[in-house]
């Protein structure tokens, strides 16, 4: 298994309140996702990163930032919880030399109330 | 933005019975990967296909990249319990440059269900 955690694995918390999901990898690899995955969608594309500090919207990015300070960390931060932000969170990585592969996390269970 | 349809949503089998299941595309893509995802747990790389026509195997998994780079297809042959779970394919057009280098699109998945 590839090294990924995601912390924490389930939060509840209530409309309108910040909320952080971080996700940690031990492979050193230079590219991170996190994804959403929701029932009959699949999984989508929040933010990604492509190195330190370097990070790019993907398709369902309202709502949500992103921070990476160093390699193995990336974190999600809602800023202003909804209740259709709801959701299973994915974070994966890739590396450089073959980013097509992408490796997945255990995912965090968010539900805002 | 590109699309991915995969079919059927969901599939109820027998023990020992094979599958079929496909994704297709508005658009071209480089790569096509197959996901299985158990639950509760992140989704797992099973098979990963890089050029047209491509047929690749992993053990009771056989995966085809289309030759018209817009469809892949997944076949499991004599299905077990274990099996059940969900699937989803992924594409990626890796010449799409710049940031964008990388980038997935996912079908919605197969839910595979297997009766012993």
């Known amino acids: 298994d590839a090294g990924i955690t995601q912390s924490p694995r389930h939060k509840v918390t209530e409309t309108g309140t910040p909320v952080t999901l971080r996700c940690h990898q031990t492979?050193?690899?230079?590219?991170m996702y996190w994804y959403r995955q929701d029932p009959g969608h699949g999984l989508r594309l929040i933010h990604y990163?492509?190195?330190?500090?370097?990070?790019d919207k993907g398709e369902v990015s309202d709502g949500y930032s992103v921070s990476r300070s160093k390699t193995e960390d990336f974190l999600l931060t809602l800023e202003s919880a909804t209740s259709s932000q709801t959701s299973v969170y994915f974070c994966?990585?890739?590396?450089?030399?073959?980013?097509?592969?992408?490796?997945f996390g255990p995912g965090t269970r968010l539900t805002v109330t | 933005g590109q699309q991915l349809n995969q079919s059927p949503q969901s599939m109820f089998i027998q023990e020992g019975e094979d599958v079929s299941m496909n994704c297709t595309s508005s658009s071209i893509f480089n790569t096509w990967l197959w996901y299985k995802q158990d639950p509760g747990e992140g989704p797992v790389l099973l098979i990963a296909l890089y050029k047209a026509g491509e047929l690749t195997s992993n053990g009771r998994l056989t995966a085809q990249f289309g030759i018209t780079r817009k469809d892949s297809f997944l076949n499991i042959s004599a299905s077990i319990p274990s099996d059940v779970g969900i699937y989803f394919c992924?594409?990626?057009?890796?010449?799409?440059?710049?940031?964008?280098?990388?980038?997935?699109?996912f079908g919605q998945g197969t839910i595979l269900t297997v009766h012993p």
């Open positions: 992924a594409g990626q057009n890796r010449y799409a440059g710049g940031t964008s280098y990388g980038k997935l699109t």
């Open positions: 990163s492509y190195g330190v500090k370097d990070t």
């Open positions: 492979e050193n690899h230079r590219y």
């Open positions: 994966a990585i890739s590396e450089v030399t073959s980013v097509r592969e992408q490796y």
